[in-house]
Each structure stands twice: as C-alpha cells, then as structure tokens.
C-alpha cells in the first residue's frame, strides 16, 4: 500500500469506519484486508461476526478505526437481537459507514432495509458504497450491479460519497477504499499507538479462531450454535527457554446433545481436525507453539437464555 493517502490534506486525520451489510457480504475479510492482518475470522456461515471487532489501520498522516459489526438480520433469537443492538449503537459512534453490496448478489430487501435503517439515524454518519467480491463476477455483471446501487439513492433518498468496486480477496481497489474512507475522517489526534492493530483481547482472539475452525464444514443448523469459552491458558512449567509451549484449555458450547455428537464425531475424529486447524491459527497468531486441549458441552438453547448470554459475554 502506499505510504499516505490522497487528499488527506497536510494535519492528522483520525476517526472511525463500521463496515455494514447482510451476513456473508465481506465485511470481515475487507477489514483484514485494510488492517493487513487477521483480526476477524470469516465464514461462508451465518452469523459469524459476533461482537464489535476493532481493526486499526496506521499512516504517517492518518489513523483509520475500523469497526467489523455482526450481520444485521431479522432477529429469531435474543442472542440474535443483542446483536442487532450492537450494529446500531456502533452506528451512532462512528464517522462514516462502508455498506457492502456483494457483487455476486442481486440487491435484495435485507440490504434496502438496512439502508432505510441508515437513513432514520438523527445523525446519519457518512455514507459509502462498497461493490465487494468483484472477483466472483463478470464485467458486464459488476456494471449493472453497479448502476443498482447508484438507483439506491434516490429510491431510499440516501447519498454514497463514493461507490468503489472492490475485493478482499485479490486485493483490488483495497488501497482505494482505504484512502476514501480516510478523506471522510475529521482531524484529529492517533487513538492508538503505533503498530496495535486491535483492541480485541488475546483471549478472545483464540476463542474466535477455534469458532472459525468449528464452523468449517457443518450443517446449517450448528453455525448457530456454537461458541467457545476459554477455560484455561499458560506456558508449560519446565520446558527450555528456547522450547516453550503453551497449554490451552477450551470448551466449544452447543445447545443440543445431539450437536455434540456431531461435533466429536466418529471416534472423536472431527474434533481432532477442529483442534488441529485451530491449533495451527492460534500457533501463527502469537508465533509460539500450541498445545490446544478442546472439549465440547452443552448449553441447552444458550441463545435464548439471557443468564447464559450474560455468562458468555453477549
């Protein structure tokens, strides 16, 4: 990426961006793509995103917040409407609001909504467009998509500073949306000191690089389902200073014991894949080697529970 902005003008510009959109429209890969390290997991799963994931991209001239939100969708549990909560009240804090229109999507009712949401706010933030996963579809495909977009505004009586075509994954336009969001911040001074890339505590990085791990490969009805809890965690006593390990202790928690037993699997075989590709994430995150002991209980109906939701940090 290059080293300043365009247009950023000559003081320090600071501020906050939130990234919006259905489930599944690229918001966390975006912002990992900006941050320029993984701070958000991703999923093909609903529902993956399930807190406010604070990314914090630096330049010499600018500091950009970014601000990954859960999915806004049509709430079928309190969990799921504790997580709407959270997509509004990040709303009202930031700057500008990046709404991801995945390109290999037809523009559908989900996203007007949260549009015509966006546009209720007293304070309505900055607003831009963001065309994502441009890499799936043809041009002739991203040209109508597009022009759709464009017609948003006058249907929804919005305005997009700016409608950028882009993707996470092959990069393009990436430095693009970055300097766009970053014309839109105020001045201001650095909130974060050089070279953090996120607020999200080490713990729950590791319990949300395990969720990843557990998602890959489910049924439709246990993405849901699952989330995990850190019971333990430290350094191996006894091991040579330039051999250390640490021990991690965790649960996945589901609702059913009928999800367990999908999740063990035969002879404990699928949990073992999921330790081993959590593992091998957690490893690369705080470069060190990882010894990751997973097991697996039950919440009964956790997601509508609000003594559970407490116990679990929603």
């Known amino acids: 990426m290059t080293d300043s902005p365009t247009g950023a003008g000559t003081g320090f510009h600071s501020g906050f961006a939130c990234f919006v959109g259905r489930p599944n429209a690229g918001k966390s890969t975006l912002t990992n793509a900006l941050v320029g390290s993984k701070i958000a997991i991703a999923s093909s799963k609903p529902q993956t995103t399930r807190h406010a994931i604070r990314g914090i991209v630096h330049l010499p001239t600018a500091q950009l917040v970014l601000i990954d939100t859960p999915g806004l969708?049509?709430?079928?549990?309190?969990l799921g409407q504790r997580l709407n909560d959270v997509v509004r009240a990040t709303w009202s804090e930031v700057d500008v609001v990046g709404v991801c229109l995945p390109s290999d999507q037809r523009i559908g009712p989900g996203d007007k909504?949260?549009?015509s949401e966006l546009a209720k706010l007293s304070r309505t933030p900055q607003l831009v467009a963001l065309a994502t996963k441009t890499d799936l579809v043809s041009?002739?495909?991203?040209?109508k998509h597009l022009l759709e977009i464009q017609a948003l505004e006058d249907e929804i009586a919005i305005r997009f500073e700016q409608i950028i075509p882009c993707s996470a994954n092959s990069g393009d336009q990436i430095?693009?949306?970055r300097d766009e969001l970053i014309k839109l911040l105020p001045p201001g001074p650095a909130f974060y000191p050089e070279g953090e890339i996120t607020d999200e505590p080490t713990e729950t990085l590791i319990c949300e690089l395990i969720?990843?791990?557990?998602?890959e490969g489910v049924r439709d009805e246990l993405p849901h389902s699952i989330t995990v809890t850190l019971?333990?965690?430290?350094?191996?006593?006894?091991r040579d200073?330039?051999?250390?390990?640490?021990?991690?202790?965790?649960?996945?928690?589901l609702e059913r014991d009928s999800q367990k037993v999908i999740m063990i699997g035969h002879r404990g075989q699928h949990l073992k894949e999921v330790g081993t590709r959590a593992r091998?994430?957690?490893s690369a995150l705080l470069g060190t080697p990882v010894h990751l002991d997973l097991k697996v209980k039950v919440m009964k109906d956790w997601q509508r529970d609000p003594k559970f939701l407490n116990r679990l940090g929603f």
């Open 73 to 78: 969708h049509r709430p079928r549990t309190l």
């Open 113 to 115: 909504y949260i549009l």
């Open 139 to 143: 041009s002739d495909r991203l040209r």
């Open 175 to 177: 430095e693009l949306v």
């Open 211 to 215: 969720r990843e791990a557990a998602l």
């Open 231 to 238: 019971d333990e965690m430290g350094p191996r006593e006894g």
């Open 241 to 253: 200073e330039d051999k250390p390990l640490l021990d991690i202790y965790a649960s996945m928690v």
């Open 280 to 282: 091998q994430q957690i």
